[in-house]
């Protein structure tokens, strides 16, 4: 991106003056702010120039698809502070999770399949004596497992503010642990500042720990865990299968898993079922209504997994309000699944499909948004892809980053915020999604 900008305003420029501005580089950009970095004061000199940096200013907005301003640091400077402070921010980020403010204990439909995960993470909220440490929730995709984590999340935040919370994916957790032992060097010592900061908490919930494959990642793992229990922080961790059949994590870790509490979640029977279709109903009552017999129909039908559950309710509502019918019964029902239920095709969705239909939708390749260019169209395209996986899906920033190029855990995170920003602001991005979901 420097590189393009500088070959930009090459012309404007003698030549001598040029090779002293090109003995910069672009650090990095963050809210509106370029970080670049220079090695002599001649070349800062230069810089400085306000007309000069006035124009690099301008070039470079347009690259970045953003407006940006100029901050001028020496590279000594860069080099000792900003390994730190990147690793520190984003290890913030994730300490300051905001909780998904629908899944909470009261929206959680209580049943024999579930009880026992209920109890375990509602007890570990209001009592201070952390009898069962670890909590481990295992059980297949689907069953509230994420759901439960969040509900402690919210009612900490609510009920006990002055207690610190920690939640990730164990995904997103890997990717703030290898960025740390990459910028650890002598001058900073950016492994045990996250390794403190992890420590520094109450409670320390870890979503789907099947994905802590990563080694290295087990070894500080590790050592924040001992610490956290030894200073009788809360641990609750989820799995999508028992601690002993886990794969690619050490033996100690899972013998740890194992001294707590392993509860299996398992799917919501049929009663259950039914109950969490009409909890799920209560926000659509208005629109329409939903006969006892075509309860029943999904409630046998999905039972399996009740993010299926979810969808088939809400395609049905969503067909409903289009053909403008207000209770929505058997026929009706099975008619509109018809599809559905060989295929469960709502449900197949994936963060490739989003990236398929977006892509098309732009009229770009995969090519072109998994690389560099800062174009206009190609920065929204990953915006509204960033947005749609996290949204419709709940995909993790560190997957979502790998369907675009690899790119980081912070990257996308902005991205996502910028899709919120765009969303409030900008029409054309609103028409478009709606466009994209519909086909979606
Ligand atoms: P998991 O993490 O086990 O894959 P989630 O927690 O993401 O599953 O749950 C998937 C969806 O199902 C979420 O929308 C969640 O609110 C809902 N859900 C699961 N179990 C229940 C339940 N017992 N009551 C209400 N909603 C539930
Ligand atoms: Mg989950």
Not at 156 to 171: D, N
Request: glycine share 4%; hydrophobic share 35%; with cysteine.
């Amino acid at each position: 991106l420097w590189k393009e900008t500088l070959e930009a305003i090459k012309n404007n420029f003698k030549e001598d003056t040029f090779s002293w501005m090109s003995k910069t580089s672009l650090f990095r950009i963050e809210d509106g702010i370029a970080y670049v970095s220079y090695r002599s004061v001649i070349t800062k000199n230069i810089m400085s120039d306000s007309n000069t940096k006035a124009l690099f200013e301008q070039y470079l907005s347009e690259m970045w698809g953003e407006a940006v301003t100029i901050t001028l640091m020496h590279y000594r400077e860069v080099e000792k502070m900003m390994p730190e402070e990147i690793v520190q921010r984003r290890t913030k980020e994730l300490v300051q999770t905001k909780f998904n403010a629908d899944y909470t204990f009261e929206n959680f439909v209580q049943g024999k399949s579930n009880q026992g995960a209920y109890a375990a993470c509602f007890h570990c909220c209001i009592e201070d004596t952390h009898t069962f440490n670890p909590i481990l929730i295992y059980g297949n995709s689907g069953l509230g497992k994420t759901h439960l984590l969040h509900a402690i999340g919210n009612y900490l935040q609510k009920e006990i503010p002055e207690k610190k919370v920690f939640y990730a994916y164990s995904g997103d957790l890997v990717s703030i642990l290898i960025d740390a032992m990459k910028t650890h060097n002598v001058q900073s010592n950016t492994v045990e500042m996250v390794q403190a900061q992890l420590i520094d908490n109450d409670y320390f919930l870890i979503d789907d720990i099947q994905n802590l494959t990563q080694s290295s990642s087990q070894e500080i793992f590790f050592k924040v865990y001992n610490s956290l229990i030894a200073k009788g922080a809360q641990i609750v961790i989820t799995s999508d299968m028992h601690p002993n059949e886990l794969e690619g994590i050490q033996n100690r870790l899972i013998s740890r898993f194992n001294n707590g509490l392993p509860i299996n979640i398992l799917k919501p029977e049929f009663d259950t079922s039914r109950a969490i279709l009409r909890k799920k109903l209560e926000g659509y009552e208005e629109a329409c209504q939903i006969n006892d017999e075509t309860i029943d129909f999904l409630a046998h039908k999905f039972s399996d997994d009740v993010r299926k559950l979810e969808g088939s309710l809400r395609t049905l509502i969503f067909n409903a309000t289009l053909e403008n019918i207000d209770v929505i019964d058997l026929p009706f029902a099975q008619r509109v699944l018809s599809g559905q239920l060989i295929v469960a095709k709502p449900n197949k969705l994936t963060p490739k499909q989003i990236k398929k239909v977006v892509t098309k939708f732009y009229g770009l390749s995969y090519n072109e948004v998994e690389g560099k260019s800062r174009q206009k169209k190609l920065v929204t395209a990953r915006h509204m892809i960033v947005y749609l996986c996290h949204e419709t899906l709940g995909t993790s920033w560190t997957q979502i980053g790998q369907q675009l190029g690899n790119r980081d855990h912070s990257t996308i995170k902005s991205s996502y915020d910028r899709a919120i920003k765009l969303l409030k602001t900008d029409t054309a991005f609103q028409i478009a999604m709606n466009k994209i979901k519909d086909s979606l």
